[in-house]
Protein backbone atom coordinates (compact mmCIF):
# COMPACT_ATOMS: atom_id res chain seq x y z
CA UNK A 1 0.00 0.00 0.00
CA UNK A 2 1.67 3.50 -0.67
CA UNK A 3 0.18 6.82 -0.38
CA UNK A 4 1.81 9.26 -2.58
CA UNK A 5 0.54 13.29 -1.12
CA UNK A 6 2.06 16.27 -4.30
CA UNK A 7 1.08 19.18 -4.99
CA UNK A 8 1.47 21.76 -1.74
CA UNK A 9 3.81 25.08 -2.24
CA UNK A 10 3.78 28.66 -1.28
CA UNK A 11 0.10 30.31 -1.76
CA UNK A 12 -0.64 33.76 -1.47
CA UNK A 13 -3.20 34.62 1.59
CA UNK A 14 -6.12 34.63 -0.71
CA UNK A 15 -5.30 32.35 -3.15
CA UNK A 16 -6.13 28.55 -4.43
CA UNK A 17 -4.29 25.46 -4.77
CA UNK A 18 -4.76 21.97 -4.76
CA UNK A 19 -3.00 19.04 -3.62
CA UNK A 20 -3.60 15.33 -4.90
CA UNK A 21 -3.13 11.91 -3.71
CA UNK A 22 -1.69 9.05 -5.74
CA UNK A 23 -3.07 5.58 -4.07
CA UNK A 24 -2.01 2.16 -5.00
CA UNK A 25 -1.46 -1.29 -4.07
CA UNK A 26 -5.44 -2.02 -2.77
CA UNK A 27 -8.73 -1.54 -4.31
CA UNK A 28 -9.08 2.60 -4.20
CA UNK A 29 -12.90 2.72 -4.37
CA UNK A 30 -13.77 0.72 -1.77
CA UNK A 31 -11.58 3.08 0.97
CA UNK A 32 -12.67 5.89 2.78
CA UNK A 33 -9.80 8.47 1.80
CA UNK A 34 -9.40 11.71 4.27
CA UNK A 35 -6.82 14.34 4.74
CA UNK A 36 -5.70 15.98 7.93
CA UNK A 37 -2.95 18.47 8.51
CA UNK A 38 -0.55 19.41 10.92
CA UNK A 39 0.93 22.85 11.86
CA UNK A 40 4.07 23.61 13.95
CA UNK A 41 3.59 22.84 17.34
CA UNK A 42 -0.22 21.96 16.66
CA UNK A 43 -1.60 18.18 16.74
CA UNK A 44 -2.64 16.92 13.59
CA UNK A 45 -6.25 17.39 12.88
CA UNK A 46 -9.31 16.68 10.64
CA UNK A 47 -9.82 18.33 7.34
CA UNK A 48 -12.09 16.57 5.15
CA UNK A 49 -12.83 13.08 4.37
CA UNK A 50 -14.79 11.14 1.20
CA UNK A 51 -16.43 7.76 1.94
CA UNK A 52 -16.01 5.17 -0.38
CA UNK A 53 -19.87 6.03 -1.51
CA UNK A 54 -18.92 9.62 -2.12
CA UNK A 55 -20.24 11.28 1.33
CA UNK A 56 -18.53 14.07 2.23
CA UNK A 57 -17.82 15.64 5.90
CA UNK A 58 -15.47 18.67 6.30
CA UNK A 59 -13.99 20.23 9.02
CA UNK A 60 -15.94 23.72 10.53
CA UNK A 61 -13.26 26.17 9.23
CA UNK A 62 -13.12 24.64 5.91
CA UNK A 63 -16.27 24.24 4.95
CA UNK A 64 -16.75 26.63 1.95
CA UNK A 65 -13.60 26.90 0.89
CA UNK A 66 -12.05 23.50 0.32
CA UNK A 67 -13.24 20.39 -1.70
CA UNK A 68 -12.70 17.12 -1.71
CA UNK A 69 -12.86 14.99 -4.43
CA UNK A 70 -11.83 11.35 -5.67
CA UNK A 71 -11.29 9.96 -8.92
CA UNK A 72 -11.68 5.86 -9.01
CA UNK A 73 -10.28 5.54 -12.18
CA UNK A 74 -7.13 7.09 -11.54
CA UNK A 75 -6.67 6.10 -7.78
CA UNK A 76 -6.42 9.35 -6.89
CA UNK A 77 -8.09 11.69 -3.97
CA UNK A 78 -7.69 15.50 -4.28
CA UNK A 79 -8.37 18.59 -2.10
CA UNK A 80 -9.09 21.98 -3.75
CA UNK A 81 -8.44 24.80 -1.37
CA UNK A 82 -9.67 28.24 -2.23
CA UNK A 83 -9.84 31.77 -0.28
CA UNK A 84 -6.24 30.11 1.64
CA UNK A 85 -5.37 31.93 5.29
CA UNK A 86 -2.18 31.76 6.61
CA UNK A 87 -3.35 29.41 9.22
CA UNK A 88 -3.82 26.85 6.77
CA UNK A 89 -0.45 26.50 6.42
CA UNK A 90 0.60 22.73 7.52
CA UNK A 91 1.60 19.87 6.28
CA UNK A 92 -1.22 17.89 4.68
CA UNK A 93 -1.67 14.24 4.46
CA UNK A 94 -3.82 11.92 3.27
CA UNK A 95 -5.21 8.42 5.20
CA UNK A 96 -6.98 5.39 4.07
CA UNK A 97 -9.33 3.31 5.36
CA UNK A 98 -11.78 0.39 4.40
CA UNK A 99 -13.10 -0.16 7.86
CA UNK A 100 -13.57 3.13 9.13
CA UNK A 101 -17.35 4.01 10.39
CA UNK A 102 -18.91 7.30 10.08
CA UNK A 103 -18.56 8.07 13.78
CA UNK A 104 -14.85 7.65 13.74
CA UNK A 105 -13.51 9.68 10.02
CA UNK A 106 -12.60 12.44 12.03
CA UNK A 107 -10.30 10.56 14.01
CA UNK A 108 -7.02 10.03 12.95
CA UNK A 109 -6.42 6.27 14.46
CA UNK A 110 -9.40 5.22 12.50
CA UNK A 111 -7.04 5.22 9.34
CA UNK A 112 -4.57 2.25 8.73
CA UNK A 113 -2.51 3.82 5.61
CA UNK A 114 -1.05 7.47 5.67
CA UNK A 115 0.87 9.26 3.02
CA UNK A 116 4.11 11.20 3.59
CA UNK A 117 2.41 14.43 3.32
CA UNK A 118 3.03 18.12 1.33
CA UNK A 119 3.30 21.15 2.90
CA UNK A 120 1.09 24.08 2.32
CA UNK A 121 2.58 27.62 2.96
CA UNK A 122 0.32 30.32 3.09
CA UNK A 123 1.77 33.87 3.07
CA UNK A 124 -0.34 36.87 4.55
Known amino acids: VQLQAYGGGLVQAGGSRRISCAASGFTFNRYTMAWFRQAPGKEREFVAV???????IYEDSVKGRFTISRDNTKNTVYLQMSSLKPEDTAVYYC???????????????????WGQGTQVTVSS
Open 50 to 56: IRYNNHM
Open 95 to 113: AASSTVILSQVRSDSAYAY
